[in-house]
Each structure stands twice: as C-alpha cells, then as structure tokens.
C-alpha cells in the first residue's frame, strides 16, 4: 500500500514535504519482532563498580534495564510519527564488559506496523540510564553503536545484522 502523497518512497513526507502519520489501518495484522543493540563505554573502575556491585547510586543494570522496558511502551509519545501499538513482548539484556556494558533489546508484537523503534527506544532509555546510575564516578561513559540488528514480520519480510569480520 503506497500512499499516493508520498515523496520519493518516503512514506511519512508528503508530496509539499510536509510529515504525516502513515495510515496503516489497511495492512494486515501479523506477528512482528525487532532486536536492537548498543553498548555504552565506561573506564575500568566503573566496569569494575558494575561488576563488584558497588555503583554508589545502586543496581544500575537493573534499573536500566526496567527504563528500557518502560520506553518501549512510551515509544509513541517520545517519536512523533511513531503509532501505538501492541506490545505483547519485551526483553532487554545487560551484559557488562571489559569496555562497558551491551545493551541488547527484543520486542515482540502482532499488530499492523514494525516495533523497531521501540527496540531503539529501548536500548537508548536502557543507555542513558547506565550513564545516569554511574556518572558520579565515570563523567566521559558515551553511548555508541545503537543500531536495528534484525526484524522480522511484515511485508518487507525478515532481516537480520550481518555479523561483524
């Protein structure tokens, strides 16, 4: 389903250029899941703090870990052109590493549109919650490499990251 407004395949950008809210309410409802990932970089003492559990502000990778899970149903309000939807899944994973921690999310829906961006949303909120639980001790922590690695569902079908060399 095109809209006939569109600019150049650009579904949310209408012909004057004006964004728009696509109507989705023709496309056929079907299971959807979308995995994103990022990592935030921290020095050693603070990936050691996470590691020994002595961040003075407390138990930063569970509390990052429920922010993730809070943005994702927030996705909507923070992404203007973003629909509400469905969420029937969520999972966000912290791993700390020698360089910081990775961050991994997965949602799941079945609903008429794809849940990329709650993945996004989710690794992003779950970074810069990371930050806020450590930044007392470690002022230069930078969020990097947040990024989709794979959907599936829909009618662009599946897709998935091509693994690093």
């Given at each position: 389903m095109t809209d006939?407004?569109?600019?150049?395949?650009?579904?949310?950008?209408?012909?004057?250029?004006?964004?728009?809210?696509?109507d989705v309410s023709a496309k056929?409802?079907?299971?959807?899941?979308?995995s994103a990932a990022g990592r935030v970089l921290l020095n050693a003492a603070t990936v050691s703090a996470l590691r020994s559990g002595e961040v003075p502000k407390g138990d930063a990778?569970?509390?990052a870990r429920i922010a993730g899970i809070q943005a994702v149903k927030?996705?909507?309000e923070l992404i203007p052109l973003a629909h509400p939807i469905a969420v029937h899944g969520v999972e966000v994973d912290l791993t700390?590493?020698?360089?910081?921690?990775?961050?991994?999310?997965?949602?799941?829906?079945?609903?008429?549109?794809?849940?990329?961006?709650?993945?996004l949303t989710?690794?992003?909120?779950?970074a810069l919650t990371v930050i806020d639980m450590?930044?007392?001790?470690?002022k230069h922590a930078r969020i990097t490499d947040v990024r989709v690695t794979a959907k599936s569902g829909g009618r662009s079908g599946d897709w998935r990251e091509e693994a690093s060399p």
């Open positions: 006939p407004d569109e600019v150049g395949g650009l579904t949310h950008v209408r012909a004057d250029g004006s964004a728009h809210m696509v056929a409802v079907t299971a959807r899941e979308a990778l569970s509390v927030r996705t909507p700390v590493v020698d360089a910081g921690v990775e961050i991994v999310a997965v949602v799941r829906t079945a609903d008429r549109t794809g849940i990329e961006m709650e993945a989710a690794v992003s909120v779950a450590v930044k007392a001790v470690d």
